[in-house]
């Protein structure tokens, strides 16, 4: 068995595989494929041209959704899907309202403006651009957590109250939003914003985290605006 999992650390869904993959204990390399300029033939592995794209052996599989079940199928333990059938469904959908519901509006109205187009552009983030960008926060972003605040209730995981999918979903599909300096209140989202801190302090995430830290971390940058 040899992995290998191609795209960028900053995406949301190469960072859940790989957080998946760090919980499972799984060793893979790692190959930081962009998928805007990707190497020669990178459509054999990934048909649609995107990030992630798992090689085990001389098998590729695409999307991160499959990739996690194909990953799971082949290292039940420690199983990373509740046995329950609802409970299964609910982990399931949990992680669709984060891959198709909240990271296409946090990744273009949100992460990119505040922190990959001032990176890959070299032109400083403006008040007008930050405040746009706030505005989809409030908007947009705002609802979404109102309701991951109810689904996560009083459990320190969201579905069962056992680590699933469901929470490297969610944690996943935060930590772009928290290097533009974007967090869900706590005041307001504490349960969100306490399980944010708990997921991210797991060693699967501390690690992706810190390697991201350059140069994706901007909130310094984005709080001087
Ligand atoms: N449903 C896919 C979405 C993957 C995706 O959209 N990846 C982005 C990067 S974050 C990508 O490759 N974009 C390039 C493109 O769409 O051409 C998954 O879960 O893997």
């Not at 999307?63 to 059938?85: F, G, K, V, W």
């Not at 187009?117 to 008040?127: A, D, F, H, S, Y």
Request: hydrophobic fraction near 45%; glycine fraction near 6%; aromatic fraction near 10%.
């Amino acid at each position: 068995m040899s992995y290998t999992l191609f795209g960028v650390n900053v995406s949301p869904f190469v960072r859940k595989c790989r957080a998946f993959m760090a919980e499972k204990g799984l060793v893979y390399s790692h190959e930081s494929v962009n998928p805007f300029q990707p190497p020669a033939n990178f459509r054999q592995l990934s048909p649609l041209g995107r990030i992630p794209a798992l090689l085990d052996g001389d098998r590729a599989v695409f999307d991160s959704t499959a990739i996690c079940l194909y990953l799971e199928r082949c290292n039940p333990a420690p199983p990373l899907y509740p046995s329950d059938h609802y409970d299964y469904a609910r982990a399931l959908c949990l992680e669709e309202y984060i891959d198709s519901g909240m990271l296409p509006v946090a990744g273009p109205l949100v992460f990119r403006p505040l922190v990959m187009t001032p990176i890959v552009t070299r032109q400083p983030l403006t008040k007008e651009i930050k405040e746009a960008a706030l505005e989809v926060v409030e908007n947009q972003l705002g609802p979404m957590w109102d309701y991951l605040e109810r689904q996560l209730g009083g459990n320190d995981y969201f579905v069962a109250d056992t680590l699933s999918i469901a929470d490297i979903a969610v944690a996943s599909g935060h930590v772009g939003l928290w290097h533009g300096g974007v967090d869900p209140d706590p005041l307001h989202w504490p349960k969100l914003s306490a399980f944010l801190t708990r997921m991210w302090a797991r060693p699967a995430f501390v690690a992706l985290i810190a390697e991201e830290q350059k140069p994706w971390n901007q909130r310094a940058a984005v709080a001087a605006v």
